[in-house]
Every structure is written in structure tokens, then in C-alpha cells.
């Protein structure tokens, strides 16, 4: 159901539907928190996808590669250098990036001509694929 309220655009319905899940003793999980997460971004709203970040940490709900790979797209596609924050917050929380993480990352920051920033990545992560 929030799935389907998130693909037609009624996000205030899908966070209502995740407030009376949790009220009605079926708390959201992960996924749940990340669809309308997801949502949010798509529709340029990362603000209130970053508000549904920190709702997921009072719920004692532990964020995962997904929800930051969602959040970090979110601030890139919106312009905004909290992807690099996101990003940090990401690898110092214990979330291992994966390459969709990478991609992600290396994609913003060539976008907003971060070109030393992005080959610095891209260093950093061929080091450690090296060192594996």
C-alpha cells in the first residue's frame, strides 16, 4: 500500500498509512521507512525524506545501505552537498557503501564539477579493492 501511494505521488497518504501501522501494534520496518523514503526524493522533497531518516532512529529502526544510497541520490538530484555528508555519516554509522553507493557519489559530484573530489574516490576506492 505504501508502495503504491509513493508510485502515484499521495506521500502525505503513505507517511499517514506508516503512522497508523505503527499506532495499530504493525510497526514499519526498514523497507517500509525506505519506500517512502524513496518517495520523497523522487519527488524532490528530500527535506522530509531526511525527517523520516531521524524517525527511523527514535523508532529504534537502523538505517541501511539502501536508505542512504536513497538519501545521497535524493541530495544529488536536488543539488544540495548533503550528499557528501550522507555519505561520511554512512561509512562512520558502519553502513558499508556498495557500488550503486559509488556510482551515486562519483555521478554528483561530476555533476557539480567536483572532478578532484571525484577522482579522489575513485583513488580511494581502487585502493581498497586493491587491498582486499
Known amino acids: 500500500m505504501v508502495e503504491g501511494l509513493c508510485k502515484q505521488n499521495r506521500l502525505d497518504e503513505a507517511k499517514q498509512m506508516i ?17 517512502l523514503i524513496n518517495g520523497y ?13 531521524r524517525e527511523m532512529h527514535l523508532r529504534g ?30 561509512i562512520s554509522s558502519g553502513v558499508a557503501p556498495d557500488t550503486i553507493t559509488f556510482r551515486i557519489m562519483l555521478a554528483g559530484l561530476c555533476s557539480k564539477e567536483e572532478l578532484q573530489k571525484a577522482e579522489a574516490m575513485l583513488v580511494d576506492l581502487q585502493m581498497s579493492v586493491d587491498g582486499e
Open 19 to 35: 503512522d497508523s501501522m505503527a499506532s495499530e501494534g504493525c510497526s514499519p520496518d526498514v523497507v517500509t521507512f525506505n519506500t
Open 41 to 53: 526524493c523522487k519527488a524532490g522533497r528530500v527535506n522530509d525524506g531526511m525527517e523520516l531518516f
Open 61 to 90: 529502526i537502523v538505517a541501511d545501505t539502501v536508505t542512504y544510497n536513497t538519501l545521497i541520490h535524493g541530495f544529488c538530484q536536488v543539488g544540495d552537498y548533503g550528499a557528501l555528508e550522507k555519505f561520511q555519516e554512512m
